[in-house]
């Protein structure tokens, strides 16, 4: 049913200005306890836990597949899960559960943490609603249920805000600060949010036919005290390894500010550690259309033998392992864009 609206409905990740992670919880919860749950979301947000709930299920609490979309992205780090006695028959939660235990057999890392309302523990829970559908007790969902809290692995309603709290900085999906750019200059460019990323529009690439130039779209991703990493959303051309300094090049005349500290090749060690932040590499159409091979690759700058030198990632960010001719293939351009926060209203 939709939320009621005599509570503050809480915020995501999603609506943080300026955020620099894109790193979430999934919540897992059936609408008739949304009050207390909802209560925990918002005091949650403010100590700037990122996390992704769904506040528009149908009546019945049918499970929605989209949602599926969200929990298998791989920014989602784990579920939080509302067990109850409405939640443990509410179908939505128990298809949720099963795709979390899904991811979880594929990722150790993704975490899934049950927290018990209504009840002093997990098996007085089940006790419970067994009592009140004894067709639960005999069911595959009630088999689920117990396997999750084995060995009393879950927290009580009213310890979660201090655990959910602790897990989050081990898990990296708290907001520890704000991106802040001193002036304008971040809130002057054209931005819109693409679902999961805030992205931002600077400089111009030709990539249509009629030989207009369109705005490079950059994903902001990471920042330190200064320095400020974006991402381009797209691979932005297909070239052979000799074209690919021309092409940054390119890139770089249409780009004049003086904020800008460098634009370069995306490398092997920024993508590994910025793995869960980045987006995967879809080309544009235009990239597609000069694409010489069927697979989708881009370029990577790599490291060996204390010299540079270029490997292949696929579209999932992962890297081609094995020999390949790289003389003989195009592969796409994506490139990583660093803006000096020193710079900015400054000279």
């Known amino acids: 049913m939709i939320p009621s609206q005599k509570f503050l409905l809480p915020k995501t990740y999603l609506d943080r200005q300026n955020r620099c992670n894109s790193r979430y919880y999934f919540i897992s919860y059936s609408h008739k306890d949304e009050k207390q749950i909802f209560e925990l979301l918002n005091e949650l947000y403010i100590k700037k836990v990122n996390y992704w709930y769904d506040a528009e299920l149908d009546p019945g609490d049918i499970w929605n597949e989209r949602v599926e979309g969200i929990i298998t992205n791989p920014h989602c780090v784990g579920t939080i899960i509302f067990m109850s006695c ?16 899904e991811i979880r057999e594929k990722r150790d890392s993704f975490r899934i943490t049950p927290i018990i309302i209504g009840a002093k523990d997990a098996i007085s829970l089940l ?17 689920m249920f ?30 520890d600060h704000y991106v ?3 002036g304008s200059f971040i809130h002057e460019l054209p931005h819109y949010s693409d679902g999961i990323n805030q992205i931002y ?10 030989g207009q130039e369109k705005p490079i779209e950059w994903q ?8 400020y990493y974006f991402v381009t959303k797209y691979c932005i051309d297909f070239v052979d390894k000799s074209n690919i300094e021309k092409t940054i090049n390119e890139v770089k005349r249409t780009i004049h500010n003086r904020c800008l500290e460098n634009i370069s090749l995306i490398d092997e060690e920024f993508l590994t550690d910025y793995f869960s932040q980045i987006s995967y590499a879809l080309p544009t159409d235009y990239a597609d259309r000069n694409r010489q091979q069927l697979l989708r690759l881009f370029w990577v700058r790599s490291k060996s033998d204390l010299e540079y030198d270029y490997s292949f990632f696929n579209t999932q960010n992962i890297k081609i392992e094995g020999k390949i001719k ?22």
Do not use: C
């Open 180 to 182: 802040n750019f001193r």
């Open 201 to 210: 529009q600077l400089g111009k690439f030709p990539f249509e036919e009629d």
């Open 86 to 101: 409405n939640s443990l028959i509410s179908d939505a939660v128990q298809q949720e559960l099963k795709k979390s235990l």
């Open 326 to 347: 790289r003389d003989q293939l195009n592969a796409g351009i994506r490139l990583v864009m660093v803006i000096n926060n020193n710079k900015i209203g400054g000279e």
């Open 127 to 143: 006790n419970s609603v067994s009592e009140q559908n004894e067709a639960f007790y005999f069911s595959t969902e009630y088999d």
């Open 146 to 175: 117990k396997n999750l809290v084995h060995n009393d692995v879950y927290i009580k309603f009213e310890k979660a805000k201090d655990s959910i709290i602790s897990n989050s900085q081990m898990d990296n999906v708290m907001e």
């Open 220 to 227: 902001l991703v990471a920042n330190d005290d200064k320095l």
